[in-house]
Structures are given as C-alpha cells and as structure tokens.
C-alpha cells in the first residue's frame, strides 16, 4: 500500500454507542495503558486494534472507527464496551480519594490489548515515561515490523525479534532492557512460555508464568494481565501509584512495605481494583492537586475491613 491507507472511502467503518457506558477516548488512550496511539491534528486517533490499522474518534453519543477488516466485535472488545461499567462502579468502597479520581476521569476505561505488543511495552517501560515507551514502541515498528504504508508499520512478532541481535535492540533506544526484550522474544518464539495457554490459567498461574519471562516481575505481570488478559482484579503498583497509596491512605509512612500496600490494595478497592487502580494512576499523574501537602492530608490510617479512610479535615 501507498499513501495514507486509512484514508480509502471504501473501508469498512463502524459506529458504536456510548450512551450507556460513557467512554473518553481522549482520557482512555492517554492513560499509560497502550503505547501505538497518534492523536491527529483533526482529533481522530490513529492506532491498532488486533492489529490491524484503523482510526478511531468520538462524535457525539458514538464512537465511530475505520480500518481494513475492522469489525464492530473488535471494536467492542478493544474498549471494554460489553463490560457492566455500572456493576464496576458499584463494587468500588465508599472511598473520597478513589471519587475524586473517578471525577477527574469518569469516561477513563480499560482497553483489551493483543498479549504480545503489552508483554513488550511493559518490559520496555521499566525507568521509562509514557512518552519514552510510545518512541520505543515506533522504533521497534519501524525497524522490524511490515510496512503498510509510508507511515504504517505493524508491530514485530516473536520470532522476528528473535531472529535480531541485542545490539539493534538497542539502537531503539532500549538501553539495558534490549536484553530483556531479546531473551523474551526467543522465550515466546521457541513456545517456552506460550501467551495463549496463560490466557487460560487462574490468575494466580497466569502471574507466576508471565514472571518466567524476561524482564518481567510481578508489576510488569499484572500490567499484562490486567491490560491484554482482561483480569479486573489485578492492582499494579508502580511508582506512581506507590505514591498515592502512601501519601492518601498511610500518611506517608516510611514503615508501610510494599506487601502491605499491595494486601491493603486487594482487600480495600474491591474485585474490580483494576480499575480503580487506573483511576487513580491517570489522576496523580494529571492533576497537579491530586497529592495535597501532608498537613492537609485528609486520610486516616485504613481500616481492616470496609470503608477507604475517611478526612481528618477538608483538603485546600
């Protein structure tokens, strides 16, 4: 193909409601869950769905999308569109930090993403900002990937990686994860580890055989499964989300460790935390007032059972 390929007349186009469920792709696509995504000057997303190209925008009340062989099932299983976004919300605790960030980002979903692309994303993310994994993942597409137009290329499989050194890995600007990655390929290529049989394992399994594979560690595995696998009751904890935890709900604690926070997480934010993770995660990042000054922290220390930790006093 030449030229822009998503720009043909003739290409399937699909129009979904959002009435019901709400989504904000502007906020869902920025939210540091997938990394192929091109914003254009005329508002329409351009990016990959099953990995196929297409555009995506939102016009009024619909989600609209076109792309060769794009389908409305892909489409709806891409967002999350079939999901009870009602029955998630209600499953929240009566939490004032996890409304304040639902309030910032209400239309915030979480997307089903092709298990390969995600395991190499989040190997690659480790040290990294959002805007370094997106330039890595370009890289990575425009070295080893195919060429569907000019300005297209898909994303590598395993086996293509595998067949690369360690030194043109890094010529992608992956620095010391190109091990990583280049191990990982090989481990994914050879059936060493298989991505589709962890689609059926618990989700316990499925954790411990993603940590099998290079460069990823249990952050990195509950990335995957919580963005490629669809499991709503995973919580990963990155930097990020480590500073909210400690700052709103532990008072800043130095004492708290990490498996304190992470059982806190699992008992506190219900069976659908995934969610709320992401939540909160996009609010701190984007929101300048997320994390107050600790003497107008309004948490107290958690509680062993229901409710988040209600203000000590009003913030601001």
Same mark, same amino acid.
């Given at each position: 193909?030449?030229?822009?390929?998503?720009?043909?007349?003739? &290409?399937?186009?699909?129009?979904?409601?959002?009435?019901?469920?709400?989504?904000?792709?502007?906020?869902? /696509?920025?939210?540091?869950?997938?990394?192929?995504?091109?914003?254009?000057?005329?508002?329409?997303?351009?990016?990959?769905?099953?990995?196929?190209?297409? /555009?995506?925008?939102?016009?009024?009340? !619909?989600?609209? *999308?076109?792309?060769?062989?794009?389908?409305? *099932?892909?489409?709806?299983?891409?967002?999350?569109?079939?999901?009870?976004?009602?029955?998630?919300?209600?499953?929240? $605790?009566?939490?004032?930090?996890?409304?304040? !960030?639902?309030?910032?980002?209400?239309?915030l979903r979480?997307?089903?993403?092709?298990?390969?692309?995600?395991?190499?994303?989040?190997?690659?993310?480790? &040290?990294?900002?959002?805007?370094?994994?997106?330039?890595?993942?370009?890289?990575?597409?425009?070295?080893?990937?195919?060429?569907?137009?000019?300005?297209? =290329?898909?994303?590598?499989?395993?086996?293509?990686?595998?067949?690369?050194?360690? !030194?043109?890995?890094?010529?992608?600007?992956?620095?010391?994860?190109?091990? =990583?990655?280049?191990?990982?390929?090989?481990?994914?290529?050879?059936?060493?580890?298989?991505?589709?049989?962890?689609?059926? /394992?618990?989700?316990?399994?499925?954790?411990?055989?993603?940590?099998?594979?290079?460069?990823?560690?249990?952050?990195? !595995?509950?990335?995957? /499964?919580?963005?490629?696998?669809?499991?709503?009751?995973?919580? $990963?904890?990155?930097?990020?989300?480590?500073?909210?935890?400690?700052?709103?709900?532990? =008072?800043?604690? $130095?004492?708290?460790? =990490?498996?304190?926070?992470?059982?806190?997480?699992?008992?506190?934010?219900?069976?659908?935390?995934?969610?709320?993770?992401?939540?909160?995660?996009?609010?701190?990042?984007?929101?300048?007032?997320?994390?107050?000054?600790?003497?107008k922290a309004?948490?107290?220390?958690?509680?062993?059972?229901?409710s988040a930790?209600?203000? *000590?006093?009003? *913030?601001?």
């Amino acid at each position: 193909m030449t030229g822009d390929s998503l720009s043909q007349p003739d &290409l399937p186009q699909v129009s979904l409601s959002l009435f019901s469920h709400g989504l904000d792709l502007d906020a869902t /696509l920025t939210s540091g869950q997938s990394f192929s995504w091109r914003r254009g000057m005329d508002g329409r997303w351009r990016g990959w769905i099953e990995g196929r190209p297409c /555009l995506v925008w939102s016009q009024g009340d !619909a989600l609209r *999308a076109v792309g060769p062989g794009l389908t409305s *099932a892909a489409v709806t299983t891409y967002f999350g569109l079939e999901l009870p976004i009602r029955e998630i919300f209600s499953s929240f $605790p009566n939490d004032p930090w996890l409304d304040k !960030a639902r309030t910032f980002a209400p239309g915030l979903r979480i997307l089903r993403q092709e298990p390969w692309e995600t395991l190499c994303n989040f190997i690659c993310s480790s &040290l990294k900002q959002i805007v370094q994994i997106k330039q890595i993942n370009h890289e990575l597409r425009q070295v080893f990937g195919d060429a569907i137009d000019e300005s297209l =290329h898909s994303f590598p499989d395993a086996s293509r990686l595998a067949l690369a050194t360690e !030194a043109r890995l890094r010529d992608c600007r992956l620095g010391f994860r190109a091990r =990583h990655l280049f191990v990982a390929s090989q481990q994914i290529a050879s059936s060493e580890i298989s991505l589709e049989r962890i689609a059926g /394992l618990s989700t316990s399994e499925a954790r411990e055989e993603l940590m099998r594979v290079q460069g990823v560690g249990e952050k990195v !595995a509950n990335c995957i /499964l919580l963005f490629a696998y669809g499991r709503p009751e995973v919580f $990963p904890i990155d930097v990020w989300v480590e500073r909210v935890l400690r700052r709103l709900y532990f =008072h800043d604690n $130095p004492r708290v460790k =990490h498996e304190k926070l992470r059982d806190f997480a699992e008992s506190h934010f219900g069976p659908y935390r995934g969610y709320a993770q992401q939540f909160l995660f996009h609010w701190i990042r984007h929101d300048s007032k997320a994390l107050i000054p600790e003497k107008k922290a309004a948490a107290s220390r958690p509680r062993k059972k229901s409710s988040a930790p209600k203000p *000590a006093q009003k *913030a601001g």
